[in-house]
């Protein structure tokens, strides 16, 4: 942190100089000369506020926004308000902005208590999970206690200091409750801190008691002085990258795993030159993807349960491991059966030792870019043998020609939704972002996508949330409004959170969402079957009175129409060839765009290579079920750990 102390401060003269403030007041001033400092370049660390107002914060938090915006204090800086429609939906846009930003600019999030509240504990939990800064401000019960029970209060007979929010505490990385006014200060310092640093960051909550909001307090002035956060970047231990670069020359046939952190450490440029000057070749995970470009190459593409049959047979064969800002989810390690070397080895370089340690790894705890750095120069003259490069060569060709063959199969009478994805790939721009989360599209984007540039490629994938999609491209835009951003929402995601539509159309904010319509769940559909549960419970049908199931005709949802609803521009494709005129027409477009289009429940998704655990029921009166568990007993058998 930055010294920079106000100039109206006498040093000389005793006791503090104070301003009186309520406390949603202090916390908006002082929230608005929050910066951080990356490679000298300095932003402010809130872009904003995302809120929805109740009794829970309309009068303290609500109160400061508004004299903020229109009457603030000389030198204080604007904390500009969003209108969100609803809280799960806002802490996802305030991810999806900070991650475009790579974690060095954030946006808060202010809820009522009570629902308000609760309905942000999914965006924390995937916030946290998915190492992404954003601030959360739930309100909360009178410290007081004078009028409990209050309108939405849980009242536990345990404990009168328990309240909902203590529901945020497993799901965030900071947790704190400010039930006396001066509690703000070491609080707000601390929760800063945790949101800057890159190993702890993620989500960082205050809890704001209703009454506490609104109190008056002297506050010292030098609490709202401008700071500076430095965001780190650690550099490697010399005896750690020593041993780490002793294990890469000895290896045979490393691989490289790319994860997220390689993009937030924004090391794309030394991933490159590493893979330039070693020759080894690169797999990227769902968070990774773009930290290489598609046609370096070394690049291979996707690795694990929904990766390249490139990367997966590298994978089997590695000898060495080289994970990169990764934190090796079950789908990267295809739940530990992808690294199939009896001899595998592991070094991690991760800014997170808690990450850096996973399958036994020769640790190297630094920040992503200048581990890399580092890597390539201790291993200098250093290459793999050239057969092992062009063998990862052949590899990555054959799969070029499968992903051709997925961009354009020509499938009907319902077009596959790969064919949609090849279209966005060509039709998109290099800069342009592509966001993803949920449904049967992560997989096949994984396998299929061909990121040009580290943004083009968002797929939320640690929390793999229904309903991010949306209220991401909203984020993302507010992040780079330069570039197109294109959600792709099923329309099972698209039922569940399709609100913050209307925030896009209120902030006049032009994304892309294109809604692919399969009348079910194409995901849980083809996995259902492959425990065998017949897909039970997967598609959108009507219950018939004959059989009480839902086995009747699809529901008669018209999402056209309820997407026109919002006040965007809707447009239906039925063929490949008119959705690219349809995506021709949005991106030209000065407005918000749906593009609707109805694919193929059953795919063709493009070939698997590697497994992925889901435990099947042991005992059955189904055969299907008897079979399915058959061969996901034959399949364990390959799982193991890494030791
Ligand atoms: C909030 C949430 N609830 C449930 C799930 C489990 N889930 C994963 S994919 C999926 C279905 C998605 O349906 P849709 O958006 O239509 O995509 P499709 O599978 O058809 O491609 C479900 C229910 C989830 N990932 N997130
Ligand atoms: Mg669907």
């Not at 000389?12 to 929050?34: S, Y």
């Not at 309905?119 to 954003?134: C, H």
């Not at 909001?213 to 750690?240: I, K, L, M, S, T």
């Not at 057969?387 to 060569?393: I, K």
Request: aromatic share 8%; with cysteine.
């Amino acid at each position: 942190m930055t010294d920079e102390r106000p100039e109206v401060r006498d040093a000389t003269a005793p006791g503090p100089i104070t301003e009186r403030l309520t406390v949603g007041q202090a916390l908006v001033r002082f929230l608005a000369a929050q910066y951080t400092e990356r490679d000298g370049v300095e932003q402010a660390l809130f872009a904003g506020v995302f809120g929805i107002f109740g009794h829970g914060n309309v009068a303290g938090l609500g109160q400061a926004l508004v004299q903020n915006e229109v009457d603030p204090a000389p030198g204080e800086a604007r904390l500009k308000y969003y209108h969100a429609r609803n809280e799960q939906a806002m802490v996802h846009a305030a991810v999806a902005f900070a991650r475009t930003r790579n974690r060095l600019q954030t946006m808060a999030c202010t809820a009522s208590i009570g629902p308000g509240s609760t309905n942000m504990v999914t965006g924390a939990a995937l916030a946290t999970i998915d190492r992404i800064p954003v601030l959360l401000l739930p309100s909360d019960i009178f410290a007081t206690r004078f009028p409990d029970p209050v309108l939405q209060q849980l009242e536990d007979p345990r404990s009168l200091d328990i309240s909902v929010n203590d529901a945020f505490k497993p799901v965030s990385r900071f947790w704190d409750r400010i039930n006396r006014p001066e509690q703000l200060i070491p609080s707000a310092l601390a929760a800063m801190r945790v949101l800057t640093d890159p190993a702890e960051t993620g989500a960082v909550t205050l809890c704001l008691p209703q009454d506490v909001q609104a109190e008056g307090y002297d506050w010292p002035v030098e609490f709202f002085r401008r700071r500076v956060w430095h965001v780190a970047r650690p550099v490697p231990e010399p005896a750690a990258l020593a041993r780490a670069a002793a294990a890469i020359r000895a290896a045979k046939r490393p691989l490289l795993v790319a994860g997220g952190g390689v993009i937030y450490s924004e090391a794309s440029a030394e991933l490159a030159a590493f893979a330039d000057a070693t020759g080894i070749p690169v797999a990227d995970t769902q968070a990774g993807k773009g930290a290489i470009a598609f046609d370096h190459p070394s690049a291979v593409g996707g690795v694990g349960s929904t990766g390249t049959a490139a990367a997966n047979a590298l994978a089997a064969e590695a000898d060495l491991v080289i994970g990169v800002g990764t934190r090796y989810t079950d789908f990267t390690t295809a739940s530990h059966t992808v690294f199939a070397n009896r001899d595998v080895a592991f070094v991690n370089v991760n800014v997170l030792a808690f990450d850096a340690a996973k399958h036994a790894a020769d640790m190297v705890v630094a920040d992503a870019r200048e581990g890399l750095r580092a890597l390539t120069d201790a291993l200098a003259g250093h290459r793999v043998d050239p057969a092992y490069e062009a063998r990862a060569t052949r590899l990555a060709a054959e799969w070029a020609a499968v992903t051709d063959e997925c961009y354009h199969r020509g499938h009907g009478p319902l077009p596959a939704q790969t064919e949609v994805f090849g279209a966005l790939n060509e039709l998109m721009g290099d800069e342009d972002i592509l966001i993803n989360a949920a449904g049967s599209m992560p997989g096949d984007l994984q396998a299929l996508w061909r990121a040009r540039s580290p943004h083009q490629y968002h797929l939320e994938y640690g929390y793999s949330c229904m309903g991010y999609e949306i209220p991401a491209a909203m984020g993302a835009k507010l992040a780079a409004p330069e570039r197109e951003v294109v959600a792709i929402v099923g329309d099972g995601t698209y039922q569940m959170m399709p609100a913050e539509l209307a925030t896009i159309v209120s902030e006049n904010l032009k994304v892309i969402v294109v809604l692919l319509q399969n009348h079910g769940y194409a995901s849980i559909g083809a996995l259902s079957e492959s425990v065998g549960s017949q897909r039970f419970g997967t598609r959108y049908r009507m219950r018939t009175d004959d059989t009480d199931l839902l086995d009747g005709p699809p529901v008669p949802l018209d999402l056209v129409a309820n997407a026109r609803s919002f006040g965007l521009d809707v447009i239906v494709a039925a063929t490949i060839e008119e959705f690219r005129a349809a995506y021709a027409t949005a991106a030209a477009a000065p407005r918000a765009t749906v593009i609707h289009i109805e694919t193929d429940l059953q795919g063709p998704n493009p070939p698997s290579s590697a497994w992925w655990d889901v435990p099947v029921a042991a005992e059955s009166r189904l055969a299907s079920t008897r079979t399915a568990h058959e061969a996901y007993l034959e399949a364990k058998k390959n799982q193991r750990h890494y030791l």
